[in-house]
């Protein structure tokens, strides 16, 4: 009695999609860094202050400011604030 083939996508993931090079991962994980530094600029000096008060902490509390306030000045954050604006609109509405 023969054992039936192993299916071809065991993890939802075809087998051929699972093959990338270091470099094509290393690219990614710049570019997913990159896209949440300018999407989540709003939430970054948080982040930062929770770290803590050490040297290396203040240094990136600084950088996240200044990261924060240049979006807001160039007006990259007006997006984000339609967003959150529109679900706390919605969120309040739902509740009433």
Do not use: C, Y
């Not at 192993?6 to 690219?27: E, F």
């Not at 530094?37 to 008060?53: H, I, M």
């Not at 959150?84 to 309040?92: K, N, P, S, Y």
Request: without cysteine; aromatic residues 6%.
């Amino acid at each position: 009695m023969q054992r039936p083939p192993p299916p071809k996508i065991t993890d939802g993931i075809p087998a051929g999609a699972s093959r990338n090079t270091p470099l094509q991962l290393v690219l990614m994980l710049v570019i997913g860094t990159a896209l949440l530094a300018l999407f989540a600029s709003r939430s970054l000096p948080t982040w930062a202050e929770a770290k803590g008060d050490g040297t290396i902490a203040m240094v990136v509390d600084d950088w996240a400011e200044r990261w924060a306030d240049g979006l807001e000045r160039l007006g990259l954050t007006r997006p984000h604030d339609v967003v959150r604006r529109a679900i706390r609109r919605a969120e309040l509405k739902r509740w009433k």
